[in-house]
Nanobody, 118 residues
Framework: QVQLVESGGGSVETGGSLRLSCAFT????????MSWYRQVPQKQRDQREL???????????YYLEAAKGRFTISRDNAKNTVYRDMKNRRPEDTGRYYCNDIERQYTWGQGTQVTVSS
């Protein structure tokens, strides 16, 4: 059974960088694409926005306009972990971030909360 555990969030000020991590266990991580999602306070829990996706070949796609140019998704297959790096933090980046496989949609982890204040 796949388990997803996100970490790295916190309450931070604008500017600077932040790295989120998602540990994947239960299957061969290297065989599956991974995505980062964001759930914002204004939306219901099941309405998560797709932020970015990384394929098994490390091809990346970014879906949030605010993420383009500031967010980087990457993966370390040796550590079974997918990362989301963010630079130049903004208040609109605030939200709870989750990882998952966009196709298989495993049971969601708890996510990690990021709160950016000015």
């Amino acid at each position: 059974q796949v388990q997803l555990v996100e970490s790295g969030g916190g309450s931070v000020e604008t500017g600077g960088s932040l790295r989120l991590s998602c540990a994947f266990t239960g299957k061969d991580f290297s065989l599956y694409p991974m995505s980062w999602y964001r759930q914002v306070p204004q939306k219901q829990r099941d309405q998560r926005e797709l932020v970015a996706t990384i394929s098994i070949y490390r091809n990346v796609s970014y879906y949030l306009e605010a993420a383009k140019g500031r967010f980087t998704i990457s993966r370390d297959n040796a550590k079974n972990t997918v990362y989301r790096d963010m630079k130049n933090r903004r208040p609109e980046d605030t939200g709870r971030y989750y990882c998952n496989d966009i196709e298989r949609q495993y049971t969601w982890g708890q996510g990690t909360q990021v709160t950016v204040s000015s």
